[in-house]
């Protein structure tokens, strides 16, 4: 019996033994209800400070995580799984940028916007799991699609660059107006309900109506697919590992949503990061054309330039909005 089960735990998934992928899955369950049943279970505000803890565990658990992958399949996967961290969780910054926006539209208190980031999650894991299996399975099966994937991230990047100084307007969303044409919207929030019964005040009849609260839901999970649609092609780039790709994924996203509370203050604060994520990505779309007439570019490499970039974007925003963080301390 026991036998059994560890050849059964030893077959491959998607190049990787099940039981690598039954505990990312195990993992990711635990985080998700010991955040909802223990932390949350009651909806209240999230201060910077727990924001701050929750983030840096979820941070010390994905870099746990991929010191694992490191020793279980090797330096190259392990340095594919960092930079594939590091990429995802700077170009989601970007996304709490706009996710900010979202709830300010919407008029989302504070104590209820943790409840949509929540399921906001689930719905991510299952979209970004769909997204990279069928990526995976293209490549795989198409060697040269690497190089589509290569010219779309540079096209990506050069997009990302043009319109860094625009701001997304949330009421213009196609989205949202398709939805508040096709669905009943109840114009405040209800507590924490997504869905209240009322009665129509020009028929008389009782039915189901929509809150702000799914609205944020709908266009939070929209952002999410549409920042993925970079996202995901960027970290294909560094490797084609379906396991290195979705993990590296996840943990981002995860301890990204708990930080959200402690950026949504100071977001703007990181406005040159947008340029500095831009050239990461035409470096990473313009790495699969190098290694075609180099060769394989060392992971380490491509690690170091990441984090150079990104490092450099931050420093840039900080700098170049210090008087504007000094004035705000004085008030």
């Given amino acids: 019996m026991h036998e059994c089960l560890f050849r059964a735990v030893q077959i491959p998934v998607l190049g990787t033994p099940a039981w690598m992928w039954l505990a990312f899955l195990g993992i990711v369950a635990l985080l998700l209800a010991f955040d909802l049943g223990v932390l949350h279970k009651a909806n209240r505000k999230i201060g910077i400070r727990e924001s701050l803890a929750l ?29 594939g961290f590091l990429i995802e969780k700077s170009l989601s910054m970007d996304n709490l940028f706009v996710i900010a926006l979202i709830f ?5 208190p504070r104590q209820y916007q943790h409840r949509v980031l929540f399921w906001g999650i689930l719905g991510t894991i299952l979209l970004r799991a769909s997204m990279i299996g069928v990526g995976a399975a293209l490549v795989s099966r198409f060697g040269w699609m690497l190089y589509l994937v290569g010219a779309f991230v540079i096209f990506a990047g050069v997009r990302m660059w043009i319109v860094a100084d625009r701001q997304p307007n949330v009421a213009n969303n196609a989205l949202l107006q398709f939805l508040r044409k096709r669905m009943r919207v109840r114009s405040q929030v ?57 993990t590296s994924n996840i943990f981002a996203i995860l301890g990204l949503r708990a930080l959200y509370f402690a950026l949504s203050a100071v977001i703007d604060r990181f406005h040159y990061l947008k340029f500095a994520l831009a050239l990461v990505l035409v470096f990473i779309g313009m790495k699969i054309a190098i290694e075609g007439v180099i060769g394989k570019i ?9 984090f150079a970039l990104i490092a450099g974007g931050v420093i840039v925003s900080l700098w170049k909005t210090r008087r504007a963080s000094f004035a705000l301390c004085k008030l």
Avoid: H, N
Avoid at 225 to 242: H, K, L, N, Q, R
């Fill in 104 to 108: 300010k539209y919407l008029a989302i």
């Fill in 190 to 246: 209800k507590g924490k309900a997504f869905f209240v019964r009322l009665t129509d005040s020009a028929t008389g009849k009782t039915g189901l109506w929509v809150t702000p609260l799914f609205l944020a839901l709908c266009l939070v999970e929209f952002v999410d697919v549409t920042f993925a649609v970079d996202s995901v092609p960027a970290i294909f780039a560094i490797t084609t590992d379906p396991f290195i790709v979705y």
């Fill in 298 to 306: 060392p992971a380490v490499i491509s690690l170091s330039v990441t």
């Fill in 55 to 83: 983030s840096t565990g979820y941070i010390g658990i994905a870099l746990l995580f991929g010191t694992g992958v490191w020793w279980c399949m090797g330096e190259p996967s392990g340095m594919a799984y960092f930079t």
